[in-house]
């Protein structure tokens, strides 16, 4: 079974249940990934990565992008393109509001006294 799930390129569980996964539960921490998107979501973070205090936060907020799209049924150049754009975005934000010291407080109490 699992040679000819590899001729046929599908996971051996689809030839012998119908199913893409047959044991969900075990596969929650694993991320099956495009070698080519990974290769692009490595080069483009590891820029970004020497840059950053909290390296931590960072890897796993780039793998739970790549979870997300390792669920998405489209072309590899789409692929990199989401991953790009939701770089870009989380580098805009941390770099345009993250730093920002907003008293939310006094926002709240300016809007009730309008």
């Not at 012998?16 to 694993?30: A, P, R, T, Y």
């Not at 692929?79 to 934000?93: C, E, G, M, P, R």
Request: aromatic share 8%; proline share 1%.
């Amino acid at each position: 079974v699992l040679k000819i799930a590899e001729w046929l390129e599908v996971d051996p569980a689809y030839l012998l249940f119908g199913e893409k996964n047959s044991n969900k539960s075990q596969d929650k921490n694993k991320i099956t990934i495009d070698k080519e998107l990974l290769n692009h979501a490595l080069a483009k973070i590891s820029g970004v990565i020497k840059k950053t205090e909290n390296t931590d936060e960072l890897i796993h907020f780039f793998t739970s992008i790549l979870d997300d799209l390792s669920k998405m049924e489209i072309k590899s150049e789409q692929l990199k393109q989401v991953f790009d754009l939701a770089l870009k975005s989380s580098l805009f934000i941390k770099r345009n509001f993250a730093s920002r010291d907003i008293d939310h407080e006094k926002l709240r109490s300016n809007k009730s006294a309008s």
